[in-house]
């Protein structure tokens, strides 16, 4: 289970602490162009070292493609690309070699395969992700045929969280701090309080919002292709994610029928919904509203103090993790979620589409 998708597919590859991560991505139409400071660009969104409230690895995150682009266009092949890893400590892992981190993938790999790679986690490493931001960031050039944008951002680390919904923001102020939060003030008490959990050698989780505007109405697959159900597993499968809600969400008990409901009215020719308290999802299908939904990060379960567990005999112990590790993952987890989301849209809309997908072929 390595792929993801089913028109467009993302196959990924590598550890965290091996020669390189890649992937192959299959089915991305042919004729988009390429664009390499844009996809620059978003790997160094998820970049490691980025700030004082990130793991401290340096990596120049910088991707070699290997095939599926000529003359700067996607061919319509499949698309070969490798990310090398280049500082990598592994000796930092030596002494957990033979304990089982709390919270982490090390039990369930051993007992899944007998074996597993101990530094950094190997596949359940975060480093895994850079693959789905690669793919990602070919899924958002697709997409600017279309007047699609994705954008999500913090909106919660802790006790601290945005109170208002996305539409009292101005989301364009998302990457103007650290923690990637579109209000200034709650940024700086985010990032305060990150350093102030980063200083006691804890960790501390939140929530990512994420906004996806522009998506036609019809996208959706019924029964077992929900559109909303494809964005959870999406979701979902990111290291840490915890929990997946969209539109409403677990907030639908408050409220009566009456007050859920989203009444239909006739804009110019065009059905739309005066409220969007289904999140742009209706029946599993898109509606043409905003479709929004939350996500949970967990707290990174490595700490930078002690705490007990078993080695592989099972013999209790106490371990203290070594290494570089994010004190909260939600900053560099921000481009990733927009990186899956990006892909399910495009996905869904080529399941829908087939071959009408729109190209602009050059002259030969």
């Known amino acids: ?19 390189a991560m890649g992937g192959v991505i299959d089915g991305c139409p042919a004729g988009i162009v390429a664009d390499m400071d844009f996809i620059r660009h978003e790997l160094g969104r998820r970049k490691p070292g980025q700030s004082s409230i990130t793991t401290q690895r340096q990596e120049d995150d910088r991707v070699e493609f290997l095939s599926g682009i000529f003359e700067g266009q996607t061919t319509g092949a ?18 957990l070699k033979h304990v089982f981190r709390p919270s982490h993938a090390d039990f369930t790999y051993q007992q899944k395969y007998g074996i597993r790679d101990p530094h950094g986690g190997g596949r359940s490493s975060a480093r895994e992700t850079i693959t789905r931001c690669v793919g990602g960031a070919i899924a958002k ?107 409403m969400g677990f907030d639908v008990p408050l409220y009566k029928g009456s007050e859920q409901n989203d009444p239909f009215y006739n804009d110019n020719g065009q059905i739309r919904t005066r409220t969007n308290h289904s999140g742009g999802i209706q029946g599993g299908i898109s509606n043409g509203e905003d479709i929004f939904f939350r996500v949970a990060f967990k707290a990174v379960p490595t700490l930078m103090m002690e705490q007990s567990t078993v080695d592989m005999d099972g013999n209790e112990t106490l371990m203290k993790a070594k290494g570089r590790h994010d004190p909260c993952v939600l900053p560099r987890a921000v481009p990733v979620v927009e990186a899956m989301a990006a892909m399910t849209v495009l996905d869904y809309l080529l399941l829908s589409t087939k071959d009408q997908f729109p190209i602009q072929r050059t002259a030969q």
Do not use: W
């Not at 499949?78 to 002494?95: L, W």
């Not at 979902?236 to 997946?244: P, V, Y």
């Open 78 to 95: 499949p698309i070969g690309f490798i990310v090398r890893n280049k500082d990598q400590r592994t000796t930092d892992y030596e002494e």
């Open 141 to 247: 050039l697709a997409l600017s045929r279309y007047p699609i944008k994705i954008q999500a951002y913090t909106s919660q680390i802790a006790h601290i969280r945005l109170d208002q919904p996305y539409l009292s923001y101005d989301l364009n102020l998302t990457e103007t701090n650290g923690v990637r939060c579109p209000d200034p003030q709650k940024a700086a008490e985010m990032e305060a309080y990150i350093k102030q959990i980063q200083a006691e050698g804890d960790t501390v989780g939140g929530v990512v919002t994420c906004v996806i505007q522009g998506v036609p109405a019809g996208l959706g697959e019924p029964v077992f292709g929900k559109l909303h159900a494809a964005l959870a597993s999406a979701i979902l499968s990111i290291h840490a994610a915890k929990g997946f809600d969209y539109g």
């Open 1 to 19: 289970m390595n792929t993801f998708g089913n028109l467009f597919r993302l196959t990924s590859f590598g550890e965290s602490h091996g020669a």
